[in-house]
């Protein structure tokens, strides 16, 4: 090919360029002078609109107000979730505060029932003519064949086997082993326990012994006295253990066998071991009867009616409370 066939190709070759038209091209080149237009369209007119900026003004309306109504919506929900989060924070200092008032409600409480016994301890070993010592219960035994509690107090105390124990509202047992600093009591319900008795309506005699359970028995009792259920069993002060007049039982039942010449008469106790707290130990019993502790001019305490053994064992009117 010669020169001047490649010249008359590259005439040819930008003909054809010239007609082959790029469409992107021609988009960018004819948005490029409309812009300038428009532009200058809306500075000069910004409150009416016209034909050409209302399709912008209605897009940017509706973008405003997607994004508004979508913020709105975020900002409930958080607010919505962070009220919540509050809520059930508060929720749960509430429940923790209640906690700790009831907490302390119950501790008031049983530090005022503490009180109350403590003070009546305190007026009966003023009114009592025995030497005695306080003591408080630290331990009951498993063994169901015995009945024994533990006491803190021991020969550190002045404390020695065979004292008696008792509370302000009767019998409660005797110190069988009595260590240093503290002492194991036989209550009156151990099978092992015994103590002499009278009838304290009509003064019969006999001998009280425990049964290994809640019950006891008064065995040697003359088949003529006069027994009822409902009668008070005292202790008589002939053992040298227990003072003479406190009360140790309730009559339960009374039985007349044919064959035999005494009475066999069943035995509730009067006081309740299982929520004994507090009880004296008897080092000196003086000679004093529980009778002149609970005199007219000394009547025994009975500010606590939330349990039986708290009421008063020799007032008629509550003869039937340990049934």
Known sequence: MNSADILLASKKGAALGFFNIDLKKWLFVILALLLPLITINMEQKPVESNWLSRPFLFLNSLMQDGLFEFSSGVKETTSQYINLLNIK??????????HELTARLQIHKELELENQRLRQMFEFKQRSKMSLVAAQVIGRDLILDHKTISINKGTQHGLKDGQAVI????VVGYIFRAQAMTSSVMLMTDRYAVADGLIQRTRAAGIVE??????????YVERTEDVQ??????TGGLDNIFPKGFPIARVESVERKAISIS?????????DASSLEEVFVVINAAKEEYQSLTSPSNPPSNSL???????NPLQPAQAGVAK
């Open 229 to 234: 259920p409902g009668d008070i069993v005292v």
């Open 305 to 311: 009616p939330t349990h039986p053994a708290n009421l």
């Open 210 to 219: 425990g049964r290994g359970s809640n019950s006891l028995v008064m065995k």
């Open 89 to 98: 924070k508060e929720n749960a200092q509430l429940k923790a505060e209640n």
């Open 263 to 271: 009475l066999k008469v069943d035995l509730k106790p009067l006081i």
């Open 167 to 170: 509370t302000l509202l009767g």
